[in-house]
């Protein structure tokens, strides 16, 4: 005997009316998409990033508060510096120093004196640094200054195309060698970041010394500096000294500099 029902509805035809082609397919790419975000999740977890992979660059100085910022952007002067534009007084610690065509300079030097102009950017932890617009032997960046018995100094030697680092402590110059094959003409920035007893040192925004050193580490004065015959050549413009509210970001690699003899750089000549 045979029995007539009714027919099961076959599976395919049971989920094509469930899910419409249409809405099948933005069911699938909801899914890849979903399962691709994961993905990515769990291998920036596993995997993160590298310090090895940071550029050996200056880091930005406006993560900070502004300490001191002076562009020089006013009127001539021949006996002081005056005010940065972020309200600091610029204190003339030796020589006359004055303001001409929107950069500082070093009216007169005192005779024999390494010449200072320096101002307090509130904090001992930092990041300074200053273009060099015209550059001269013995121009230079001021940082955890004191009094004029103490304090550290990086300077430019343009004749052996790179910067030497001196600090004087109860008034004795320690020299610290130099930052190697690096610019030291017209144009050219130099920065220092300060983190506690390490110094880093960059050249246009380059690292091209660390050194760890605990003296003087609680100092907030920076500043200038002068020294030597034809200083007065010299122009400074764009100061900037930024008190960091957080550590600078760390960069792995460091360029190792030797305390060796400078020896005059000759340009290279082409045919």
Do not use: C
Request: charged fraction near 15%; charge should be positive; aromatic fraction near 6%.
């Amino acid at each position: 005997m045979t029995t007539h029902g009714t027919a099961s509805p076959s599976p395919t035809r049971s989920l094509s009316r469930q899910f419409p082609p249409a809405r099948l397919a933005a069911t699938i790419v909801a899914l890849v998409v979903a399962v691709g975000v994961v993905a990515v999740v769990i291998a920036s977890v596993r995997h993160p990033s590298s310090p090895a992979r940071q550029p050996t660059v200056a880091p930005s100085p406006l993560r900070g508060t502004v300490g001191v910022l002076d562009t020089f952007a006013r009127a001539d002067s021949s006996g002081d510096l005056g005010k940065a534009e972020s309200g600091q007084a610029w204190r003339s610690v030796q020589g006359t120093w004055g303001v001409q065509a929107g950069a500082a300079r070093l009216v007169r030097g005192a005779a024999l004196r390494r010449d200072l102009v320096v101002a307090d950017m509130g904090a001992s932890d930092g990041f300074v640094q200053v273009t060099q617009k015209v550059s001269a032997a013995g121009a230079g960046l001021v940082f955890r200054y004191r009094n004029e018995f103490n304090y550290w100094v990086v300077r430019a030697a343009p004749r052996f195309a790179t910067w030497t680092v001196e600090k004087i402590v109860a008034g004795k110059a320690v020299p610290l060698g130099n930052l190697g094959a690096t610019p030291a003409n017209d144009g050219t920035t130099v920065s220092v970041s300060l983190q506690g007893s390490q110094i880093d040192l960059f050249v246009d925004g380059f690292r091209r010394r660390t050194i760890s050193d605990a003296d003087l580490e609680r100092e907030t004065f920076v500043g200038l500096s002068a020294f030597g015959e034809g200083v007065t050549a010299a122009r400074w413009s764009n100061f900037l000294a930024s008190a960091q509210r957080e550590p600078l970001p760390s960069v792995s690699t460091t360029v190792t500099i030797t305390s060796s003899p400078l020896v005059p750089q000759t340009p290279s000549t082409t045919k």
